[in-house]
């Protein structure tokens, strides 16, 4: 996608246009980045693409350990 040109010679804004979608569904991001690709570069690419979004999920923090066993207890 980096390399897809519009009838202007200009390359796809990649990063500029995925930025704005950064708070929608990975589904949602491939459907727009498809249009918008296809919008870009005049209805047809010169080559294939392939793209793959997927959702970062908030940062969790581990479980607190577990005290630990007095020697002899069952496990």
Do not use: C, I, K
Not at 46 to 53: E, F, K, L, P, Q
């Amino acid at each position: 996608m980096t390399e897809a040109r519009d009838a202007d010679g200009a390359f796809y804004p990649l990063a500029e246009r995925a930025g704005a979608w950064s708070r929608s569904s990975p589904q949602h991001v491939l459907r727009r980045l498809r249009e918008d690709l296809l919008v870009h570069t005049g209805g047809r690419l010169g080559d294939d693409a392939a793209a793959v979004a997927v959702r970062r999920l908030p940062h969790r923090p581990p479980p607190p350990n577990p005290p630990p066993r007095p020697p002899g207890a069952p496990a």
